[in-house]
């Protein structure tokens, strides 16, 4: 894993920052964020990672307004808190992923997903959590393979004073519900373990 710290401002020091983000050579396939204002390198997800992932996104499709996309390899940018993150999923207006210039700002989401891996499971519970909430994105859905133990889905909506308020928890095994505009119910039985 490799940082760069920088200065927790927006500003030049963030321009630095994804400019040196976008412009590096990281090892292919991997996961390349910027949290709290330091890049962190990681390896790729694994496979039952990607399986969830694309579970999601085709129980997504169905679902959105024709003019909303879904997509895994989207950055999503929060500069009041020196991020960009790349989420498992992303569920966003097309326009607007099309015009950002490099990422998405993340109060233009609609839904993001996020995945844990045991390395990066604190960043997803704690640092996106409040990142996403701070930035207003309606719907946060953290799958939480790791869990003490039991793999939970969490669904954070109604963001307010960077803070969401839970609207569902299940263990694997569990149907979760996204409110509208999804009206959807994930059966989180066919998530892979581990």
Same mark, same amino acid.
């Given at each position: ?58 129980? @997504? &499709?169905?679902? !959105?307004? /024709? ?5 895994? #390899? ?8 020196? $991020? ?54 309606? @719907? &946060?859905?953290? !799958?939480? /393979? ?5 793999? #939970? ?8 004073? $960077? ?32």
């Amino acid at each position: 894993m490799r940082a760069l710290p920088v200065d927790p401002t927006p500003g030049p020091h963030w321009d630095e920052l994804v400019r040196f983000w976008e412009e590096s050579d990281w090892p292919e396939g991997s996961k390349v964020e910027i949290i709290d204002g330091i890049i962190v390198v990681t390896p790729p997800p694994s496979g039952n990672h990607n399986d969830i992932a694309d579970d999601l996104q085709r129980v @997504l &499709y169905p679902v !959105i307004r /024709r003019d909303w996309g879904v997509y895994q #390899t989207q950055p999503v940018v929060v500069p009041t808190r020196v $991020g960009m993150f790349v989420p498992a999923v992303l569920v966003a207006p097309k326009k607007s992923v099309r015009e950002a210039e490099h990422g998405l700002l993340a109060a233009e989401a609609e839904l993001v997903v996020e995945i844990t891996s045991r390395s990066n499971a604190n960043h997803d519970r704690v640092v996106k959590l409040q990142s996403y909430a701070t930035a207003g994105v309606p @719907l &946060y859905l953290l !799958i939480d /393979r790791w869990h003490s133990g039991r793999p #939970t889905a969490t669904l954070y909506g109604e963001p307010k004073n $960077g803070l969401y308020r839970v609207l569902d928890v299940v263990e694997f095994g569990g149907e979760l519900h996204l409110p509208d505009p999804f009206g959807l119910t994930i059966d989180t039985s066919v998530f892979p373990l581990g």
